[in-house]
């Protein structure tokens, strides 16, 4: 018994306890944006985890709707059978964020010894979780991820295989050949 309470005793001591935890999206969620992020928009989105560098979906979708570094994050145009729609983005970070008890028992213990803490900084780690989270307008401002949009399930299907090129293009400018050439496969 004594042996157990020992234990115990070191797992707690040298274990984190999870503050905040990001979600853990497989493959993508369509949801009210402002559900998943507070200073998002009220409006339904269609999200994922974003596995590349930062920005690197901006510099994406300017090579490949060729805006000049114009307007890139906001109502940019595309076309699904003869509609025009606009597409918004946002990058947004989730952290996982743990408390560490054992540097917090230390520095305690070094305080009440008369002496500087000297993991002050270290008590709670953050690692950085990115998602892309993707709003859609047809030309009548409205929703078009919302359930009862009419061309929902095109709406979706396009974005799926935008997050697709996305994921799996390392040069963009094979996303600008492919626009311009449709007979290129990859």
């Known amino acids: 018994m004594k042996s157990f309470i020992y234990f ?11 503050l905040r935890i990001a979600p853990s999206i497989k493959n993508e969620k369509i949801m009210l944006a402002k559900k998943f992020k507070r200073k998002l928009p009220k409006e339904y989105a269609y999200i994922f985890e974003d596995t590349k ?22 109502n940019v145009p595309f076309q699904i059978d003869d509609q025009t729609y606009y597409l918004s983005f946002h990058e947004v ?6 408390f560490n008890i054992l540097l917090w028992l ?3 213990k070094r305080q009440s010894n008369g002496n500087d803490p000297i993991f002050e900084d270290s008590y709670v780690s953050r690692i950085g979780n990115w998602y892309l989270v993707l ?20 709406v979706i299907s396009y974005l799926k295989n935008l ?24």
């Open 163 to 186: 997050k697709h090129e996305y994921l799996t293009t390392q040069n963009y400018l094979d996303v600008l050949l492919k626009a311009k050439n449709p007979n290129l496969k990859n």
């Open 93 to 98: 970070e989730i952290p996982d964020k743990t």
């Open 106 to 108: 230390i520095d305690t």
């Open 8 to 18: 115990l005793l070191l797992v707690f001591t040298t274990s984190c306890i999870p």
């Open 53 to 74: 560098e930062a920005n690197e979906f901006y510099y994406y979708i300017n090579t490949k709707f060729q805006l000049d570094y114009q307007d890139v994050e906001f």
């Open 135 to 154: 709003t859609v307008r047809d030309e009548h401002i409205e929703d078009c991820l919302k359930p009862d949009y009419l061309k929902r399930i095109q």
